[in-house]
């Protein structure tokens, strides 16, 4: 059983087109993560939120991190095929910094 | 500008056979972790350490073992290979803490037949 859900698995979208990304769990985090993941590579980091009701925006991507701090979304404006891949979030349960990640949303932007 | 680097990238084992997969990290983290990652699972947590000389298990831990005895390198050590361990395997380091960041290796392709 994942402690982090993530809906959905697969998003096939067009160049242009809006989606969002979902991470939930029933645990309370100290922080949230998002990663994303090329083929052959490692996760990268994209964002940490820490406090309950956060935004942050990156470019086109916008993360929140729920008030209750067991949720998190990430939305990404007019997709571009540079945002092909698959997105994992991550949380941290305690101060000690141990992540524990969710299955990841694989996200395929086409021209 | 290494980061951290996991040697070998691929390899193909027989049931049964062991091997050792080095993680090596050059930013002087105290943790670090050896993920596996299996397709519709994302990454499972295996072991991790958080310091120099220590070890813990993680969710996924049957089957291998690790071991910390300088603080920037960690060992996974595969005893005796099965099929059910056909993975990629990640390691990551991070600092101290909540919130921080962690750095992942480009991963390890292995293959048991």
């Known amino acids: 059983t994942q402690l982090l859900e993530q809906s959905p698995q697969f998003l096939s979208i067009q160049e242009g087109e809006n989606l969002t990304v979902y991470c939930n769990s029933s645990?309370?985090?100290?922080?949230l993560q998002w990663y994303r993941q090329e083929p052959g590579e490692g996760p990268v980091l994209l964002v940490t939120?820490?406090?309950?009701?956060e935004v942050k925006k990156l470019k086109r991507l916008t993360f929140q991190f729920g008030d209750a701090r067991k949720d998190s979304s990430l939305h990404i404006t007019a997709a571009q095929p540079g945002d092909t891949g698959l997105y994992l979030c991550?949380?941290?349960?305690?101060?000690?910094?141990?992540?524990?990640f969710g299955a990841g949303t694989q996200v395929v932007v086409t021209p | 500008n290494a980061g951290v680097t996991q040697t070998p990238k691929f390899r193909v084992l027989k049931t049964g056979q062991s091997m050792t997969l080095l993680c090596a990290q050059d930013?002087?983290?105290?943790?670090m972790y050896w993920y596996r990652q299996d397709p519709g699972m994302g990454l499972r947590l295996i072991h991790y350490?958080?310091?120099?000389?220590?070890?813990a298990k993680g969710e996924v831990p049957d089957g291998y073992n690790v071991s910390r005895l300088k603080k920037q390198n960690f060992l996974l050590g595969l005893e005796s290979a099965a099929p059910s361990q056909t993975s990629v395997y990640f390691c990551?380091?991070?600092?101290?803490?909540?919130?921080?960041?962690?750095?992942f290796g480009q991963g390890t392709r292995l293959t048991v037949v």
């Open positions: 990551a380091s991070s600092d101290t803490g909540s919130g921080t960041e962690a750095f």
């Open positions: 930013m002087n983290h105290e943790y």
């Open positions: 939120v820490v406090t309950g009701g």
């Open positions: 991550a949380g941290q349960t305690d101060s000690w910094g141990k992540f524990q």
């Open positions: 645990s309370v985090f100290s922080s």
């Open positions: 350490s958080v310091g120099e000389g220590t070890t």
